[in-house]
């Protein structure tokens, strides 16, 4: 049974560091495209994040860019989120959410759309407050 769990979420002062993990199981890790989305209260889900297969592509959603930086361990299937910089804005529930590398052609065009990701986490709420 493939299972996504993620950790690490937590409130954080503006400026600060959260570090969010995603562990899976169930599933041949190495095979599949692992992406971060969140949602916040009254707003759609987004993607913020992506790697894939093999961690040599990435994509970030622009308001990130240059503040978060995703990274996968093939070998400990699990696949990392460091958020620096936070702002409020970025609170929300971020999920982990898993699809074969076979169904992603394209990192970039294809990651921010969560309707193509068939295996999701149950979430980690990432409070920034002061």
């Known amino acids: 049974q493939l299972q996504l769990v993620e950790s690490g979420g937590g409130l954080v002062q503006p400026g600060g560091s959260l570090r969010l993990s995603c562990a899976a199981s169930g599933f041949t890790f190495s095979y599949y495209v692992i992406a971060w989305f969140r949602q916040a209260p009254g707003k759609e889900r987004e993607g913020v994040s992506c790697?894939?297969?093999?961690?040599?592509?990435?994509y970030y959603k622009d308001s990130v860019n240059g503040r978060f930086a995703i990274s996968r361990d093939n070998a400990k299937n699990t696949v990392s989120l460091q958020m620096n910089s936070l702002k409020p804005e970025d609170t929300a529930v971020y999920y982990c959410?898993?699809?074969?590398?076979?169904?992603?052609?394209?990192?970039?065009?294809?990651?921010?759309?969560?309707?193509?990701?068939?295996?999701w986490g149950q979430g980690a709420q990432v409070t920034v407050s002061s």
């Open positions: 790697i894939s297969s093999s961690g040599t592509s990435t």
């Open positions: 959410a898993a699809i074969s590398m076979y169904r992603m052609t394209s990192v970039q065009r294809m990651c921010p759309n969560s309707a193509l990701f068939n295996y």
